[in-house]
């Protein structure tokens, strides 16, 4: 017959103790996980009607595309959006373009997509002008850059690289709303060039109505970490789709032409917030739990 020591027993106790202390610790830092989510995002989808019933007319005189799809958020604060898929491909024209640059599609990151024509170099794409940012130098054929005006309450977007080969449009992009149309005027426009916040960013902080670059959700083209996307408090939606416009500067238009679609697998998870008085008690417990068991083993 075996018989357990009452000292025994207590070191038993002590050591449960703070094997549960140290589990509600851990388990009041996890992140509260949502279902993932698939979105198919097709490349007519016009990112700057994000929120409206119908595009605004005349504001696309050569293409307004359709409305971009959207999820509906959980409210709350802390929460964070991650892409874990993104996979397609998309064309800014396969329908009119020169035979030379139809077509021309790219994945989620965006392409290096290259044009020629009797317009190129024009003031408004050129440094002789404003607001041109290819110098006036750079021979043709080139590629686009991107340099978008904000519509009505969406924010334009800024994408510009010194190399043609480093330009990147047609990407995925998205923006959060809260349940109300967006209303101008619209927050400032980000900068995703590499001399601003680039590309590779780890983490984001978009403002409501603020159009903001995911790509492929990774901080390199098809490699690195998942990006993490701080979706703002108050905002009830999201939406995903493309920027796009004539020459990609300006105002949105040109969508009607374009083909392809992309296809974005994400989930949106809550980081809560740590009360420091609750944190404090569960070290004191466990604290007190390793002393006691050291007590235990001593005597």
């Known amino acids: 017959m075996f018989r357990v020591a009452p000292g025994r027993v207590s070191n038993h106790v002590a050591a449960i103790t703070l094997l549960l202390a140290t589990g509600a610790c851990l388990f009041a830092i ?6 993932q989510v698939t979105v198919s995002i097709d490349s007519k989808s016009n990112l700057y009607a994000s929120g409206l019933a119908s595009v605004p007319p005349e504001t696309h005189p050569n293409g307004e595309g359709i409305l971009p799809p959207y999820v509906t958020l959980t409210p709350g604060t802390g929460r964070v959006l991650r892409f874990l898929s993104v996979s397609g491909s998309v064309s800014y024209n396969n329908t009119d373009a020169p035979a030379p640059y139809l077509g021309q599609f790219n994945g989620p990151d965006g392409g290096a997509v290259w044009f020629a024509d009797s317009n190129f170099p024009t003031n408004f794409l050129t440094t002789s002008g404003t607001p041109g940012l290819i110098s006036p130098s750079e021979p043709s054929p080139t590629t686009f850059y991107v340099d978008m005006d ?3 309450g969406i924010s ?6 010194s190399l043609p080969s480093d330009r ?3 990407f995925l992009a998205g923006v959060f709303l809260t349940d ?3 209303t101008a005027p619209a927050p400032a426009s980000l900068d995703f060039s590499s001399t601003a916040t680039g590309r590779s960013f780890s983490d984001l902080y978009p403002l409501l109505q603020q159009t903001f670059y995911i790509g492929d959700g990774l901080t390199g083209e098809g490699t690195g970490s998942i990006q993490t996307f701080w979706v703002p408090d108050g905002a009830t939606r999201l939406f995903l789709g493309i920027v796009d416009g004539a020459y990609f500067v300006g105002g949105p238009d040109y969508y009607d032409n374009n083909a392809g679609s992309f296809s974005a ?3 949106v998870t809550t980081v809560p917030e740590i009360d420091p008085t609750t944190f404090a008690s569960v070290i004191s ?3 007190g739990s390793l002393a006691l068991l050291e007590r235990r083993r001593a005597g």
Request: no cysteine.
């Open 265 to 267: 697998t994400f989930e």
């Open 285 to 287: 417990l466990v604290v």
């Open 168 to 170: 990147r449009v047609m």
């Open 30 to 35: 996890l992140p509260e996980a949502r279902a």
């Open 156 to 161: 334009g977007m800024k994408l510009f690289e």
């Open 180 to 182: 109300a149309e967006p």
């Open 150 to 152: 904000s519509l009505g």
